[in-house]
Nanobody
Framework: QVQLFESGGRAVQAGDSLRLSCAAS????????VYWFRQAPGKDREFVGRITSAGSTGYLDSLKGRFTISRDKTKNVVYLQMSSLEPEDTALYYCAADYGLTGSWPPGPNGMDYWGKGTQVTVSS
C-alpha cells in the first residue's frame, strides 16, 4: 500500500519557478513509476511527466525544457521542478504511482495504482 502527498503548490507570478513534492508512505515506493498530472478547471486531467523506478524521465512535449522530475529514493520523495511558469500552467497538480509501465504515450490517467489529493498551482500574469 502506498499513500501519496503532494505539497509545494502556491500562487506565483508568470516567469517564476516552483518545486512541487510528492512524498510517499510505503517501503515499496522506490519500485513504482511516478507520474505527474495536472487538471485545470473545466479540462481533462493532463499528463505532465514521469520518472520510472530506474530514474528515466519523460515529459509532455510542450513542457520539455521547463519541467524537470527527479526522485530521492532515500526520502521516498519525487519532485517536479517547474520554471518559467505561465498562466496556462495554473492547475491542480497530482502525483500518481503505477507499478507497471504503460506503453502508451503520453500516458493517460486511467489505471494508476495510487493517487495523491493534489496541490494547487496558480500563475498570474
Amino acid at each position: 500500500q502506498v499513500q501519496l502527498f503532494e505539497s509545494g503548490g502556491r500562487a506565483v507570478q508568470a516567469g517564476d519557478s516552483l518545486r512541487l513534492s510528492c512524498a510517499a508512505s510505503g517501503s515499496s515506493f522506490s519500485e513504482y513509476n511516478v507520474y505527474w498530472f495536472r487538471q485545470a478547471p473545466g479540462k481533462d486531467r493532463e499528463f505532465v511527466g514521469r520518472i520510472t523506478s530506474a530514474g528515466s524521465t519523460g515529459y509532455l512535449d510542450s513542457l520539455k525544457g521547463r519541467f524537470t522530475i527527479s526522485r530521492d529514493k532515500t526520502k521516498n520523495v519525487v519532485y517536479l521542478q517547474m520554471s518559467s511558469l505561465e498562466p496556462e500552467d495554473t492547475a491542480l497538480y497530482y502525483c500518481a504511482a503505477d507499478y507497471g509501465l504503460t506503453g502508451s504515450w503520453p500516458p493517460g490517467p486511467n489505471g494508476m495504482d495510487y493517487w495523491g489529493k493534489g496541490t494547487q498551482v496558480t500563475v498570474s500574469s
